[in-house]
């Protein structure tokens, strides 16, 4: 059983187009996590949930929504999407304040 | 706010050889978590090592050590006895127990393994 699952894994789409990425997490962790992996392969968090509230939102376009229906799942919502926004995105959730995080395969979009 | 610095975008080692990539931290925090996470080629994250700031011991973890040194704000990870599998991309990452679902990342290191 895959602790933390994203799908879907590859993404190509037009440009201008909405999309969203689903991720679910049968950990029983209270906290998940959206990452963005640019081509420089840096890492930067996007969204943090804790049990289904929004704890941390960094500077992302308002573009970006995040949805958490249950704090089992985290899922991204892009709306009209830019060329910049391809990268890899990780989902990623983790239990105690050690911040031990289990990321998800991530999903790579691409933008065209 | 919190920073984490990884100073070498690549190495290159030859295998059976010890390696230590370089990690520091910049908080006010006085309590946090230090971590490293390897992503191989295949891209998935993969979690290394934990210390915590008040861990009085150095973390081991097999072939893997954190090499803490508090005053300096370093958490350098030492692989000992490098393998070719070890070659990857590897993050250094903090998380402050005051805001402990902030993890943020450095910009890694790409270690190559020479056989």
């Known amino acids: 059983d895959t602790a933390v699952s994203q799908t879907p894994k590859y993404l190509v789409t037009q440009m201008g187009n909405d999309k969203s990425i689903k991720c679910e997490q049968n950990l029983g962790h209270d906290t998940m996590y959206w990452y963005k992996q640019d081509s420089k392969k840096f890492l930067k968090i996007m969204f943090s949930?804790?049990?289904?509230?929004?704890?941390i939102n960094e500077t992302v376009p308002n573009r970006f929504s995040p949805k958490s229906p249950d704090k089992a799942h985290l899922n991204l919502h892009i709306n009209s999407l830019e060329l910049g926004d391809s990268a890899v995105y990780f989902c990623?959730?983790?239990?105690?304040?050690?911040?031990?995080?289990?990321f998800g395969e991530g999903s790579r979009l691409t933008v065209l | 706010a919190q920073k984490i610095t990884q100073t070498q975008p690549g190495m290159f080692v030859q295998e059976k050889e010890a390696v230590t990539l370089d990690c520091t931290y910049d908080t006010s925090d006085p309590s946090y978590g230090l971590f490293w996470y390897k992503q191989p080629s295949s891209g998935e994250m993969i979690f290394l090592i934990y210390?915590?700031?008040?861990?009085?011991q150095n973390a081991t973890e097999g072939r893997y050590s954190l090499n803490f040194q508090k005053a300096r704000k370093s958490a350098n990870l030492v692989i000992s006895a490098s393998q070719l599998g070890d070659s990857a991309m590897y993050f250094c990452?903090?998380?402050?127990?005051?805001?402990?679902?902030?993890?943020?990342f450095g910009s890694g290191t790409r270690l190559s393994i020479r056989p």
């Open positions: 210390q915590g700031s008040y861990d009085q």
């Open positions: 949930y804790n049990n289904k509230e929004l704890i």
């Open positions: 990623a959730s983790s239990q105690d304040s050690t911040g031990e995080l289990f």
């Open positions: 990452a903090m998380s402050p127990y005051s805001s402990a679902s902030k993890i943020i």
